[in-house]
């Protein structure tokens, strides 16, 4: 254990996320073992001692154990590192101390001194074997599936201990798996008990015993398609539309599809899409009630996870009465699926999250993601940072949409991008494609899909966007520009724009400032009064005097440039000289007016130009030099 200890102890210069990264692979390498030996049908005590095993290695704790329940008490049944025959063999009635509490499966028990803890129901003779074994701390919790209790699973520990929370998780994850194996072993122990009755009267029962035997060929079957490497939604809809006979659709908890699948199809042959059928009541009935129910021509199934409602099964065809169960406990395993579909989500999520903090922080990069890192290949690809949120300061939703449009802008089989939250906003690091296009790499057209995606949900979403990175050191200073460019889009109240950090320059510092302490200045107020007139008048002066400063003071070049004759511009610097003063030429002044005016060009940059054909670009690029194109 010690070792083991040592092995899994985070290294000085490895992050938390890192750590718990590896915890819940280790996690969902257990739960993929429990799923495995219940597939192969070995012997269950064989499986649930290495529960126990692995248990008391994921945890850390001097002990782990299982314990069984009969009709009135509950039993120690396999255990890890227990001492003394007498604590190995406890027998408990239900409802007392900490094993005997979780045993009835109503809630999770935790005791840091069980001896002293007031809180239990304690018995004498079981606190004498309690004190032999040493025992302080425990953790118990129940055993149990769709409303039945099989038992409990504890760790404990011989000194003090408050349990954190991701080993109440850990443990959590383990029990409802091993309700899981204890319910299907029972399953199979009943199939083999009733062939074994039924081999005594071979022509009688002839018919049932095949019966029996495909519900043990149809579970194997299933197992496989979610335990495959390939294993999801798709391969269980094949599975199950082959064993069924019929079309079949797998939804979402949201009633969205997930995958169909239909007899004799292949894995890249999907089905002929089916109009929606209003199914609405069908499934709530089905939710409510545990059971399938057929409506319209279509076999409805649930598949639940105590009160939560994962997804559901459409069988197109109405079954009969006999074999609603059977589609029921098809249904089961599609829970499982789903729910191990979860954990691998979970922990994905966790790797980006980790992988983006090592790309974009300035300490050194955890040796576990080293080869991550280097797979982007950063020097010869580059890559771009794009920083988004909605002004809520809750980035899941953001987060959700840009997920969303870098998957689809996946080449091949290759994801887009590394996607997590950062610093309160949703954060991507995206590689690049190949030489640069213009200096930019398609980061420009997956900020304007998630303007659009967010626009379409009724969310005006803004996205800061960095210059091409070929280092980490340039995608960590990548992600300060992104952040700026945010920054200065919230401090001018524009939403549902892209900005590009790299080319804000001073504008973008001063409003950077102004987002992080709003008593500040704003770089706004000095042509605050440019601004009144306009809207007073229905005046374009605030445009003319930023073409006319981006423009060197040319009337010229600003006539051309605003598609007007030089005489006109005249008239316009003239009526700006009366509202802003006739010293807003000069130097000293003229710079904070031409710092507020491009602030103005990023709040503004949507705005047709007077006499141009299209309106420009959404994206603001507000520092072109002199002569630039506004």
Known sequence: MDRWRSAHTPRADEAPSTADFRRRAELLDVVTEIASRTTARRDLGEALEAIVRRTRELTGSDMAYIALNTAEETFIRYSHGVR????????????????????TGRATVVTEDYLLDGTITHLHDIDEIVRGEGVRAILGVPMTLHGVVHGALLVADRSPRRYPEEVVDTVSVLARHTSAALAGARRLEEVGAALARLHEDRDTHLERILDLQDVLEIDARLL???????????????????????RVDVLD????PLAQGAPGRGADEDPAPLPRVPLEHAIRTARATGHPVVDQGITVACALSGDEHLGTLLVHDALPVPLLPRIQRIAVFLTMLLLMVRVRTDDHHRHQRALLDALIGAGAVPGGLRG??????LPRRGAQVLAVEDGTGDPSTALEVLRACLESAREGEAPRGIVAPHQGHACAVVPGRGAPRDGRDGAAEIAAEVIAAGRERGVAMNVGVSGRCTDREQLAAGHRDAARALASLAALGAWGRTAHGDQLGAVGLVLEAVRADPRARSPLDGIAPLIADDAGRGGDLTRTAWVFAESGGNVARTARRLFVHPNTVRQRLERIGRVLGPDWREPSRFLDLHLGLRAWAIAHADRPQEGAATPPDRTVAAVDGPGGAP
């Open 372 to 377: 991550a890192v280097e797979a982007l290949e």
């Open 224 to 246: 496989e398609s979610i335990t495959a490497p390939a294993a999801g939604p798709a391969a269980y809809a094949r599975a199950v539309a082959d064993l069924v006979g019929c």
């Open 253 to 256: 908890a949201d009633a969205e």
């Open 84 to 103: 003394t025959p007498e604590y190995r063999t406890i027998r408990m009635p239900l409802g007392y101390g900490v094993l005997g509490r979780a045993a």
